[in-house]
Nanobody, 124 residues
Framework: QIQLVESGGGSVQAGGSLRLSCAAS????????MGWFRQVAGKEREAVAG????????YQSDFMKGRFTISQDGTKNTVYLQMSSLKPEDTAMYYC?????????????????WGQGTQVTVSS
């Protein structure tokens, strides 16, 4: 059973930056896909970025390219999402997620494991 704990959300003005962290526990030795989804109020949850700890391959949504960066600290089983040039439309609940495969980050199904979410609010 994988547990995911997010941190780093908050409020920021447009153009600002935030870094989200997701610490995973409850597994050893397995290679998994970890990453982020977000949900804007009233809309469906959407993939932001994923990272496979085995291959190192990343999956990124179009809206994040050039602004967000996903990275990993393998020694801490932690995945980060560095968000820069934030826009009001980035306001959402951001969820850390994990699964054995990265299919969910390319539009196939949903990850099995989820964190509780962390709110990001960007004001204009």
């Amino acid at each position: 059973q994988i547990q995911l704990v997010e941190s780093g959300g908050g409020s920021v003005q447009a153009g600002g930056s935030l870094r989200l962290s997701c610490a995973a526990s409850g597994y050893t030795g397995n290679k998994i896909c970890m990453g982020w989804f977000r949900q804007v109020a009233g809309k469906e949850r959407e993939a932001v970025a994923g990272f496979h700890t085995g291959s190192g391959r990343t999956y990124q949504s179009d809206f994040m390219k050039g602004r967000f960066t996903i990275s990993q600290d393998g020694t801490k089983n932690t995945v980060y999402l560095q968000m820069s040039s934030l826009k009001p439309e980035d306001t959402a609940m951001y969820y850390c997620a994990a699964d054995n495969f990265c299919d969910a980050w390319i539009g196939h199904g949903q990850p099995f494991y989820w964190g509780q979410g962390t709110q990001v609010t960007v004001s204009s």
